[in-house]
């Protein structure tokens, strides 16, 4: 069985800065996806970012970037130039490729709070 | 290209009664995932449908609840007998193969038991 955390809970920054979440996980698969959604008040579940495991180039889009690092199992999430529409929940997400479908393990999230 | 659609958005329900959550997956999307949202918690993982098929339930309470897909008409998610414990936000997904493709989320259904 898999396992993700995500160690805090809560983190704020200022308009215009650059913030970090962190994430890591636990598992025996070799094969798999990690994914940061973001929840915004709306609820609606959106995919920010996405990593497949046997890739050593880092995720990005546009402001957002991953720092994965497999030996260690962390995968953190990098915001740069935030704005106050980042501002949500954002939850860590690890997908096993010889699953039979798309069943994630998600972590706890992290509450982002983007300051004016 | 509509969305997952959910409904409803908001449901009520007293202790003992049955709630029905109603999935109609993205255009072309045969498999579709159901997940729940405790309050301040992640998703977890329920149960995992292709049309006509469950392909995985591991996450899924054995008792008063039950999931469909048939061949015409969305997935729905069944409870039965309602508990204060059910209350939750259920999220439906949907994806048009398996593994690799990202998965597309509706806006779920926040389920309160009174």
């Known amino acids: 069985a898999q396992t993700v955390t995500q160690s805090q809970p809560e983190m704020s920054v200022q308009e215009a800065e650059t913030v970090t979440l962190s994430c890591t996980y636990d598992t025996s698969e070799n094969n798999y996806y990690l994914f940061w959604y973001k929840q915004p008040p709306s609820r609606q579940m959106i995919l920010v970012i996405r990593?497949?495991?046997?890739?050593?180039q880092n995720a990005t889009e546009n402001r957002f970037s991953v720092n994965f690092q497999k030996a260690a199992k962390s995968f953190s999430l990098k915001i740069s130039d935030s704005q106050l529409g980042d501002t949500a929940m954002y939850f860590c997400a690890f997908g096993a490729e010889n699953n039979a479908g798309n069943m994630l393990t998600f972590g706890g999230g992290t509450r982002l709070m983007v300051k004016p | 290209n509509a969305g997952v659609m959910q409904n409803p958005r908001h449901l009520v329900r007293r202790r003992g009664q049955e709630a029905r959550l109603r999935c109609s997956p993205m255009?072309?999307?045969?498999?579709v995932y159901w997940y729940r949202q405790l309050p301040e918690e992640g998703l977890k993982f329920m149960v995992y449908l292709q049309k006509e098929n469950i392909i995985d339930e591991s996450g899924m309470p054995k008792e008063r609840f039950s999931a469909e897909f048939p061949k015409e008409g969305p997935s729905i998610l069944r409870i039965q007998q309602v508990v204060r414990g059910d209350s939750a936000a259920y999220f439906c997904a949907s994806s048009p193969r398996t593994v690799d493709e990202k998965l597309f989320f509706g806006s779920g259904t926040q389920l309160s038991v009174l």
């Open positions: 990593q497949e495991a046997y890739k050593q």
């Open positions: 255009k072309g999307h045969s498999h």
